[in-house]
């Protein structure tokens, strides 16, 4: 995998945030559109959420980390997935 | 003290007339929930009381009394009633867990009609099958879930309405699409209630089974007297309480104990529409002085993932009785619960068919944890020997949970499948389909399903849903889907799958199928592990032997497998 800036990661997540769990065409989503409180993504969708991460930024969850809370938003994910990567 | 007293006393000379004493129903009479909740408690002088306190995932919060809600169902009853909805026409709720659902829920039985609520998280597929079924006439909905619907419109020729609650009008709307803003319209203080008796259909919920589609179980308006005693006696609702029931009403516990419950006893309840987050749920307790919860194992045990240090955090010591549902409620977490909020949570069993609590810990009696207490008074409940369905006498031996039929709150039907409601009935028990023991005191504890269906955070989720949606995924040619366990969940989908010639399986591919799962079914029945198989593994006549790869899962004995299929 190519090493990616915090821009490039944070825009990668969005973009698959989007395509994947924002069927409501009109809804605006920024890196800080609360995602797991809203509703958008449930506690069952968050397992599919954290495959596509774990996967796409090689790394690895501890489910202890793998809280609402952390993926509440896409700047919230891109911190998590920072401090794996570490 | 609690409303209930002495178990023992009460289970000796229980009838069900005690209830509808309480609720001055007598028999023959005119008897309609959607009155009984709202018009029946202001006549009780309690207009003004809050009945509704909502807190939005955005932090808006709105608070409406006995008189709002009475108001509220009147003018969405009214608007329908123009619309040309009759009595026993079925509307759907497919909407978050905002005030216009609770509203809808109340004008829809108060003219006679049946709601059928559905879960918001169904995909296309999901949302068609039950709508299909039910042959719905119209659906009251948000705009934010218009995509899926319009998906499916086409498919749907009894669908006359889809009332969308909050429509923007600077968009088009598409056929059969009205705007519907409860805040724009007049409100209608007087509208008599359609004259429902005892066995007029009211609720209408869609559960999953083993094989088929799922099934739509019908309620009539008289389960309200076991709803009414139940809530009263196992929830131990009282008049100051402070009510928070978590489940979402497009499952039965939200209907029965997130509504019809509380509200037939003019209590309080507060409703939170946001995901899940402990933190947020503290607050939410602290901020309400929340007295009741009654939540489920799975955001039990996800609080206990959260960390015991959290909890200090808040002031929870408003919480005067705590009871669950859903699945079996660990011992783990009943200790936990203790220590932490120095109460018990209270497990309590019953189903969609059911209509009310079966089986419970009540109030004041003795809790041994991990076991899910007694059954009801006027409740038999017993479990059956396997194979001669007689009641096993001798403490310990596992069997199947059954019930005799007779209570209020017992499904009437499966919708338009009189074979699937007849098999569900054996020598005249009625059978749950899942696995207890009972011990020499009389406690029932649970085994486990008597089936492959899985429950998966409370949830029923059918293997057979899942396989056949996994075929129509272009790379799959063979699937089988069995539970595995999880710490939160208690179980979660597992799909096994082989692929057509010419494909080969990859990361990509896996995370592809679980998410075209999750869009045409739910979130609920998305696999959360896929295995790439060569081939599943099946009987000689062609049957998916999911008993198998299900022992594999968690461990098992795999049995005998003289029926497996050679290569």
């Not at chain 1, 395509?19 to 449930?42: C, F, H, Q, R, W």
């Not at chain 2, 705590?322 to 309590?348: C, M, Q, Y």
């Not at chain 2, 595995?484 to 990361?507: C, R, S, W, Y």
Request: charged fraction near 25%; include cysteine.
């Amino acid at each position: 995998m190519e090493k990616m800036d915090l821009e490039e990661m944070k825009d990668l997540v969005l973009k698959y945030v989007i395509k994947e769990y924002m069927e409501d065409e009109e809804a605006e989503v920024t890196n800080d559109t609360p995602l797991i409180s809203s509703g958008y993504v449930d506690s069952f969708s968050m397992v599919s959420l954290l495959v596509f991460l774990e996967r796409k930024f090689s790394i690895k969850i501890p489910p202890s980390k793998a809280t609402p809370e952390a993926f509440d938003s896409v700047n919230k994910i891109v911190a998590l997935v920072n401090q794996c990567m570490s | 003290m609690s409303n209930i007293g002495s178990y023992e006393e009460k289970v000796k000379d229980f009838e069900w007339s005690a209830a509808e004493e309480f609720l001055e129903y007598k028999d023959g009479e005119i008897i309609n929930i959607g009155w009984y909740c709202s018009d029946r408690i202001c006549l009780k002088g309690k207009a003004d009381k809050i009945a509704l306190k909502y807190e939005g995932f955005d932090g808006v919060e709105k608070k409406f009394t006995f008189n709002d809600i009475r108001l509220n169902g009147n003018t969405i009853g009214t608007f329908l009633r123009h619309l040309g909805i009759r009595n026993e026409d079925r509307v759907c709720l497919f909407m978050d867990r905002i005030p216009e659902l609770y509203f809808s829920f109340l004008g829809i039985l108060k003219i006679g009609a049946i709601v059928q609520p559905l879960f918001s998280a169904f995909g296309d597929e999901s949302l068609f099958v039950r709508l299909e079924n039910a042959q719905t006439r119209a659906m009251i909905t948000q705009r934010k879930y218009l995509t899926r619907i319009r998906k499916i419109i086409d498919k749907l020729p009894y669908l006359e309405f889809i009332i969308i609650i909050d429509h923007d009008d600077k968009k088009q709307l598409s056929k059969k699409e009205i705007q519907f803003s409860l805040e724009k319209t007049p409100q209608v203080n007087e509208m008599a209630a359609f004259p429902t008796r005892a066995e007029s259909p009211s609720v209408l919920h869609y559960t999953s089974g083993t094989s088929g589609q799922p099934k739509g179980v019908l309620h009539v308006h008289y389960s309200l007297i076991s709803q009414y005693i139940t809530a009263k006696w196992v929830l131990d609702l009282q008049e100051n309480d402070n009510y928070w029931c978590t489940a979402d009403p497009g499952w039965v516990t939200g209907t029965s104990y997130g509504i019809i419950g509380p509200w037939s006893m003019g209590i309080t309840q507060c409703i939170l529409d946001a995901g899940f987050s402990a933190q947020a749920w503290y607050k939410f307790i602290e901020k309400n002085q929340v007295s009741m919860w009654y939540s489920s194992p799975t955001a039990i045990r996800s609080l206990m993932k959260a960390g015991d240090d959290l909890v200090k955090n808040f002031d929870l010591s408003s919480l005067r009785h705590l009871a669950s549902v859903g699945e079996p409620l660990n011992s783990e977490a009943v200790i936990w619960s203790e220590r932490v909020f120095g109460k018990p949570f209270h497990d309590t069993f019953w189903q969609t068919e059911t209509g009310s609590i079966m089986i419970s810990n009540f109030p004041g009696m003795k809790i041994k944890p991990g076991s899910m207490g007694k059954p009801f008074p006027g409740i038999a409940g017993v479990v059956l020997d396997p194979v001669s369905f007689e009641p096993l006498k001798e403490p310990g031996k596992t069997g199947l949970i059954a019930f005799r039929p007779g209570w209020p709150a017992m499904m009437r039907s499966y919708w338009s499948n009189q074979l699937k409601y007849n098999e569900k009935f054996v020598n005249g028990w009625y059978l749950t389909g899942d696995k207890a023991s009972v011990d020499n005191e009389g406690y029932f504890w649970f085994i486990g399903r008597d089936d492959d269906v899985i429950n998966t955070g409370g949830h029923l989720v059918s293997p057979f849903e899942v396989e056949s949606a996994l075929l129509e995924y272009p790379a799959v040619a063979e699937s089988a889907v069995v539970s595995k366990p999880d710490d939160i969940n208690m179980e979660v989908v597992k799909a096994f799958v082989t692929l057509k010639p010419g494909h080969i399986p990859d990361q990509d591919m896996e995370l592809d199928i679980m998410n075209f799962i999750r869009k045409k079914l739910s979130s609920l029945a998305m696999p959360q592990e896929i295995e790439f198989m060569d081939k599943i593994p099946k009987t000689r006549s062609g049957k998916i032997m999911r008993r198998l790869l299900h022992a594999r899962e968690w461990g098992e004995e795999i049995g005998d497998i003289s029926t497996l299929e050679n290569d």
